[in-house]
């Protein structure tokens, strides 16, 4: 019974990664994946980091448990499209404060963008903070998906409490754009409305700017976010190597989430 020997002429897929790391034009990183996320690891500390990673993900889902569970995809997007519509009711208001005419703002070019660069400031700034509160409370995430408030430390309160004055501050706005809007109505009948229809979209402005947070801190966990990161790492040195399938393998393994 004779037992196959690997041919040392032919060399193995690490050994391969490892030649294409260290012929790359880094002076001082020879041998090692250029990522400060998880500390510029070789290629085994990065292959052995995704299998720990995916092996406590998997656990997990063969319990049940939904923490790892990503969002649909449109939902996933939710938040871009409230900072775009944050942003349109921000120029909209900055627009009125410098008399700015809407149909027409070339007439007054420095008023026009002096209103859109605070309507993208406060609306870019807004989503920033949003979506880190969302990633900061993700942290506290149990296996069963919930956020345990109990454990929740002084500066995540901070940020939390700064996006509810945030949110209130977008929602008072939203009420009055649309209140200006209606009482401005030459149909009298419709300006009656305007206290509802300010109220209404007021309570849809801060619905929707409450879904930011919403939608970053119950998107997957952050093992799941370092696994996807690891696994998106090896996968372009796998195909930096001109190797395909063999890096990979303890990638492909993983269920789907």
Known sequence: MTTDLPDPAVPDSMSVL?????????????????????GHPTLPELQQLHLELGAGV?????????????LPTAIRQLPWVVAVL???????????????AMLQPLQTPLRAL???????????????????????????????GEIAWRG????????????????GALTVLMYLRVSLEVLSATESAVAVWAGTLGALFAALSAVANLAVIAVHALDGSVAMAELERAGLLLH?????????????????????V
């Open 58 to 70: 998997r656990r997990h889902i063969l319990d049940g448990a939904p923490v790892h569970r990503r």
């Open 114 to 144: 002096a209103a859109f660069m605070l309507a993208l400031l406060g609306s870019g700034v807004g989503y920033t903070w949003l979506a880190m509160t969302g990633i900061r409370l993700k942290s506290y995430r149990t296996v069963l």
């Open 152 to 167: 929740v430390g002084a500066s995540t309160w901070f940020m939390v409490a700064v996006s509810i004055v945030l949110v």
């Open 86 to 100: 944050d942003w349109v009711v921000l120029f909209t208001f900055c627009g009125d404060i410098f008399n700015v």
């Open 18 to 38: 490892t030649a294409h790391l260290n012929q790359l034009p880094r002076r001082h990183w020879a041998g090692r994946i250029r990522d400060p996320h998880f």
């Open 236 to 256: 372009r040195y796998e195909q930096l190597s001109g190797i395909p399938g063999q890096v990979g393998e303890g990638v492909r393994s993983l269920p789907v």
